[in-house]
């Protein structure tokens, strides 16, 4: 079992904010105004957070996580205001999400851990409302000061193919990270 404390320390790390800004990754989300967003490998809520103060008052966050301690933390450390926009969710390798109810799913630095990438990505897709919007940003496989070993990132193309092999269309790549990639495509 891995040690809820360690990954808190590291998810927590205030480095993460010179290196991949939520405030940059929100502005090119909210241009598809997503009044719903299921955010997957949550965490302690570095995306999560900055995304609820930015977004419109009607936004609501389904925050998934497998590690319950995770999910406790970030509840613990938001105001009041957030609670009621932000709605914690533990999961397993089940998603107890509605089919078609999102309109955008978020994957902060998580696809290069998932055992069966293609059928995460459908199953995942499934959640989505006719045209949402599917975002990945996860580290590039270059050094950087912070982040999993190089041998465990992927290749740009690999995502990309990935996205293509779960039928989603119009994939965008936005290159503004030094040490992520970013992609958002959409669901049919």
């Known amino acids: 079992m891995k040690d809820p404390e360690k990954i808190i320390k590291r998810l927590t790390n205030p480095k993460r904010y010179e290196i991949e800004s939520p405030a940059k990754v929100w502005e090119i989300l909210k241009k598809n105004n997503p009044q719903i967003i299921l955010e997957i490998g949550a965490g302690t809520g570095f995306y999560t957070v900055e995304f609820a103060k930015r977004g419109p008052e009607e936004l609501k966050i389904i925050a998934c996580d497998i590690l319950k301690d995770l999910l406790k933390w970030l509840f613990s450390h938001i105001s009041k205001d957030l609670k009621k926009k932000i709605l914690p969710v533990l999961i397993s390798d089940l998603l107890p999400i509605k089919e078609g109810s ?72 936005f290159d503004i990270f030094p040490y992520h990639h970013f992609f958002i495509a959409q669901k049919e």
């Open 102 to 173: 999102v309109d955008l799913v978020f994957m902060g630095n998580l696809h290069h851990e998932l055992d069966d990438r293609i059928y995460f990505l459908k199953k995942v897709k499934k959640t989505l409302k006719e045209g949402g919007t599917i975002a990945i940003l996860d580290w590039k496989d270059v050094k950087s000061p912070i982040g999993p070993p190089l041998k465990e990132r992927l290749k740009k193309e690999d995502i990309e193919k990935d996205l293509k092999k779960a039928n989603f269309f119009q994939i965008t790549y």
